[in-house]
């Protein structure tokens, strides 16, 4: 079985295969000390001349010899980021592997003080398609709701790009009166998800690396988030590092040519995928989030988005996935009381959205045991 939310990238697709060819000519190369150096990440996300060459071993002109090009939209924050790859700096294979992803799209909106200044224990993200007004909306006015400065709760939504102009205005307009919208600059599309998750653990490693856990959701999905909370409060005091969803094991890729989701064992060799969480909604420690972020780096993304994140960048960077089958990846009835022992729900109308928002949170809530 795969979950609906698993998805294909056709686009991605052709871009995975140009650049496969690229790394097979590194490969042929004789692999030499600059070489491997300028395949750092740290050096294709700063302005080289910014570079702090003399820690790096290199001289100025080294520096600037890379060709990998800079996110523009990242040089304020260059810092914070290299903070972040630096804490990985000492792993061997980190600097002994080519960059083969560097997702330097730039953000057309942006929220980079949304953690400023402090505590937040969990950053929602939902990502949500770039036309989806209504849906948004339903989430800030029910389980948006927990996301304040006294929850220590902070809620974004992560959007893509669309060339159709009387929507953009839209979402400037709703960026404007919100300001809770993160847009990045690739096409907003179904198959263009995996962007998206490597946008959201790319702004939690910029933004708000502080902060103690991460939610993705999808724009349709409904968060018992006091719930959500407790569950991953407790998994926390076991240890900082971890995934947790609904857990796939040993699922095969589609080998069916035609099927929208088939895989080839060109683009993937393995015969399963490593195990991962459903897509439709999981959460990690932004220690998890940090290392994702990493490893994106170094992995061609695949246009399964919860495949790629939770299961091959979380099983490179050894980041372990707890199962809880309580993130449900279906439609389960909307009901207070269904929603009262589970942590998600998939599928949910606005209508279905406030309804069980309202009676979840109903003081006088009764449900048969
Ligand atoms: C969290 O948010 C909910 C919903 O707005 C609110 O009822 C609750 O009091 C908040 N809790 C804290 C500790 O602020
Ligand atoms: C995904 O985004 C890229 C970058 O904007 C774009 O070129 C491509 O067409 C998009 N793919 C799809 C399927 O929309």
């Known amino acids: 079985m795969l979950p609906s939310s698993v998805i294909l990238c056709t686009v991605l697709l052709t871009v995975t295969i140009c650049s496969s060819m690229n790394i097979f000519q590194r490969r042929l190369a004789p692999r030499s000390e600059k070489a491997v150096i300028n395949e750092d990440p740290l050096r294709s996300l700063t302005k080289s001349?910014?570079?702090?060459s003399s820690s790096a071993g290199l001289n100025q002109n080294q520096a600037k010899s890379t060709n990998i090009k800079p996110a523009s939209s990242v040089s304020s924050d260059e810092?914070?980021?290299?903070?972040?790859?630096?804490?990985?700096?000492?792993?061997?294979?980190?600097?002994?592997?080519?960059?083969?992803?560097?997702?330097?799209?730039?953000?057309?909106?942006?929220?980079?003080?949304?953690?400023?200044?402090?505590t937040v224990e969990l950053m929602i993200a939902a990502l949500s398609r770039v036309n989806s007004f209504t849906r948004r909306q339903t989430i800030r006015e029910t389980w948006g709701q927990f996301a304040t400065g006294a929850n220590k709760t902070v809620l974004l939504f992560f959007l893509g790009s669309t060339t159709d102009k009387n929507i953009q205005e839209k979402v400037a307009a709703e960026a404007q009166k919100h300001g809770d919208i993160v847009q990045e600059t690739f096409i907003d599309s179904y198959r263009?998800?995996?962007?998206?998750?490597?946008?959201?653990?790319?702004?939690?490693?910029?933004?708000c690396p502080d902060s103690t856990f991460v939610l993705k959701a999808d724009d349709d999905m409904y968060i018992n988030v006091p719930r959500l909370l407790s569950r991953l409060r407790a998994q926390f005091d076991k240890g900082p590092l971890f995934i947790m969803g609904f857990l796939l094991?040993?699922?095969?890729?589609?080998?069916?040519?035609?099927?929208?989701?088939?895989?080839?064992?060109?683009?993937?060799?393995?015969?399963?995928?490593?195990?991962?969480?459903?897509?439709?909604?999981?959460?990690?420690?932004?220690?998890?989030?940090?290392?994702?972020y990493v490893e994106s780096f170094y992995v061609r993304p695949l246009f399964l988005e919860d495949v790629y994140l939770t299961g091959i960048l979380a099983d490179k960077a050894s980041v372990p996935r707890i199962?809880?089958?309580?993130?449900?990846?279906?439609?389960?009835?909307?009901?207070?009381?269904?929603?009262?022992?589970?942590i998600s729900g998939h599928r949910n109308s606005p209508t279905d959205m406030r309804k069980i928002h309202a009676e979840l949170f109903d003081p006088n809530l009764k449900c048969e045991k």
Not at 323 to 342: H, Q, V
């Open 49 to 52: 001349g910014q570079v702090d």
């Open 79 to 118: 810092t914070s980021l290299m903070a972040i790859l630096s804490r990985f700096q000492s792993r061997l294979a980190f600097r002994t592997r080519p960059v083969v992803n560097t997702h330097n799209f730039d953000y057309k909106y942006n929220v980079p003080q949304a953690c400023a200044g402090k």
């Open 192 to 207: 263009n998800l995996s962007l998206k998750s490597v946008a959201l653990v790319r702004w939690i490693s910029l933004y």
């Open 249 to 292: 094991k040993e699922i095969r890729p589609i080998r069916t040519e035609k099927h929208k989701w088939y895989l080839s064992t060109k683009v993937y060799p393995e015969p399963t995928f490593p195990n991962y969480v459903c897509g439709t909604a999981y959460a990690m420690t932004t220690t998890a989030a940090l290392r994702l």
């Open 323 to 342: 199962s809880e089958s309580t993130f449900s990846p279906i439609k389960i009835k909307a009901t207070g009381c269904t929603y009262k022992t589970r």
